[in-house]
């Protein structure tokens, strides 16, 4: 069954509220005035039986039943009043009693059930009234007196109440549900509007935005934080799409090298050892290439949340000793003096692949970026809290202003200069993000034409020397 809309719901749930008030409302209002009415009508009918005292106490006391009888018979059967009045003795020994009320007994109660005063309603040839049956003492006689009054009044206006309340009830109820239907559309239509505007919102258009609301309500929050989300949604795709756009700019590069360098051997007949040098160029494109593959996949896993941080009690000097067995050869090679000062034990939790590939990142920096004559030195040391390795250069050293920036990704400070050295520009945020999983970061200092420090800062863990194996 399709759901009702809010507007059209909150509508019914305040036509069923209004409602049940006009009910309540009525009805208390109903009966207060038929108490009020019936009130009025009993004070009066008390009033004639106060006169009725009166007339009896002004009888001698021992005045005998028979003559009783005519004189109240002589002065209530002509007078109005006592057209519904009947008047007995305590012993059930009837005074007097109006011809309407013989015609009608059923009007009356039995004297003996008169024990304290009754007030009650009747209705006799449809027409009502209301009677008050009570024992009175006079004289030092107790009599038992049956009074009534007709109250086609106070019946005729609750009538008319009732009447007004069975018209204007409805007419108001009507009014209200309109007015809240009303109301509820003015306060849903911006909700409209915002469905509307984010319908339209896709990968395409992702800088709309939904109308700003200043209602100041569940609305405006609304559609400020849907707002919000649009603009992480946004930044967040154009970061993808900017990766994407690099990653394709940077792959098509050396692809092409290889295919230019394939063409021109392929050209002419060319003798073996022009042949090899060819293939040794396209050898190194192809290896650069398949590095800028494995940051790229190692980028996205991370962004996607995929790759896999195998955290452990992890001694950093085993580790580190092992990486830079590698790079004193690389060293000699290019003429740079590297040190290394990795003397005490250094407890981190963390995952040692990707300790090692941020240190292999930072080296192979310092040494891409130290012409010979040079040196790169690197440091293992800790404080009570932190675990740092240094990585110290006497290179090129980098302007402070691209000292914010060299994190980003494929951002390099020579383009064409770091391209020949073989750098996309992800280096530096592959290990940036490692050091981040390891809530940690890397501090950078440097002196253009002096050289450079990074600084990979660990949190330590406090950890006894024996120990060093994962738990
Ligand atoms: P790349 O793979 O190009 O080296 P990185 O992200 O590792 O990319 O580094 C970004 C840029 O930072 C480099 O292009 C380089 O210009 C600069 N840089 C990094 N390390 C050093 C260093 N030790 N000395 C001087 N410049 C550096």
């Known amino acids: ?41 009993d004070d009066s009918v008390e009033s004639q039986i106060e006169d009725l005292r009166n007339f009896l106490s002004a009888q001698k006391p021992d005045t005998p039943l028979p003559a009783l009888q005519q004189q109240v018979k002589g002065a209530y059967s002509i007078e109005h009043p006592g ?82 309340l ?60 849907l707002n919000e989300m649009l603009d992480r949604i946004e930044k967040a795709f154009s970061r993808i799409t900017q990766f994407t756009a690099d990653a394709s700019h940077e792959l098509r590069t050396p692809i092409s090298l290889m295919r230019t360098e394939a063409e021109l051997a392929l050209r002419r007949a060319r003798g073996e050892e022009e ?9 190194l494109e192809a290896e650069r290439t398949t590095g800028l593959i494995e940051q790229l996949l190692s980028l996205a896993r991370a962004d996607s949340g995929r790759e896999i ?6 001694d950093l000097r085993p580790m580190v000793q092992s990486v830079i067995g590698g790079w004193r050869q690389v060293a000699t090679m290019r003429g740079l003096q590297f040190s ?26 310092a040494f891409k970026y130290t012409p010979a004559p040079g040196w790169v030195h690197l440091r293992l040391e800790q404080s009570d809290e932190n675990v740092v390795i240094s990585v110290q250069d006497s290179g090129v050293g980098i302007e402070p202003v691209e000292q914010g920036r060299i994190f ?16 996309a520009g992800l280096g530096l945020a592959i290990a940036q993000w490692v050091a981040v999983q390891h809530h940690g970061e890397i501090i950078v200092e440097s002196r253009p034409g002096e050289g450079s420090t990074f600084r990979l800062q660990l949190p330590r863990l406090s950890m006894p020397v024996a120990d060093p194996q994962p738990a």
């Open 408 to 423: 980003e990704r494929f951002y390099r400070i020579d383009k064409a200069r770091t391209r020949n050295l073989g750098g």
């Open 309 to 314: 941080v195998r955290m452990s009690k992890l």
């Open 83 to 164: 057209d519904y009045l009947a008047l007995y003795l305590e012993n059930g020994d009837l005074v007097y009693r109006s011809a309407f009320l013989d015609a009608h007994p059923s009007a009356l109660l039995p004297p003996q059930q008169v024990k304290r005063p009754i007030s009650e309603s009747r209705r006799i040839e449809h027409h009502p009234f209301r009677f008050l049956f009570e024992k009175m003492s006079v004289n030092g006689r107790v009599f038992i007196v049956e009074m009534g009054i007709p109250a086609d009044d106070a019946v005729d206006t609750l009538h008319q109440f009732r009447n007004y």
């Open 275 to 283: 042949y090899r040098e060819s293939l040794r160029h396209i050898l």
């Open 340 to 365: 290394a000062d990795v003397d005490t034990s250094a407890f981190v939790a963390g995952d040692e692949t990707l300790l090692r590939r941020a240190i292999e990142i930072l080296l192979d920096n």
């Open 166 to 225: 069975w018209i204007f009830a409805p007419l108001l109820l009507f009014g209200a549900a309109g007015l809240g239907y009303w109301m509820s559309r003015k306060a849903l239509a911006p909700m409209d509007e915002l469905v509307r505007t984010a319908r339209a919102v896709s990968g395409t258009s992702l800088n709309t935005r939904l109308p700003k609301l200043a209602t100041g309500d569940e609305l405006q929050r609304l559609s400020d934080t």
């Open 1 to 41: 069954m399709k759901k009702l809309s809010i507007g059209v719901r909150l509508t019914l749930w305040y036509l069923a509220v209004f409602a049940l008030g006009e009910l309540v409302f009525g009805a208390g209002m109903w009966f207060i005035l038929r108490a009020n009415l019936y009130d009025i009508v």
